[in-house]
């Protein structure tokens, strides 16, 4: 039996690649929108600390290590 005749349209091939494109698509999505907080943080710590809003970073910093596991499940 051939392989490719998995990937027709219907078969059990077509809808795990399927299944696939879509899982990577939003694990991607979901990174970037990571990476966007993330940026978007770190310039608020910057603007915060160098205004002298301490109180302020200190609590945005509470969020540091929340950030820093974002890859290990």
Not at 17 to 42: C, F, H, K, P, Y
Request: aromatic share 10%.
């Amino acid at each position: 039996m051939d392989a490719i005749v998995w990937f027709y349209g219907g078969q059990i091939g077509s809808r795990l690649l399927s299944a696939a494109a879509t899982i990577g698509i939003a694990a991607l999505s979901a990174a970037a929108i990571w990476e966007v907080a993330n940026a978007l943080m770190d310039r608020q710590l910057s603007a915060l600390s160098r205004d002298g809003h301490y109180a302020r970073a200190a609590r945005l910093r509470t969020f540091q290590p929340m950030r820093e596991r974002r890859y290990c499940a």
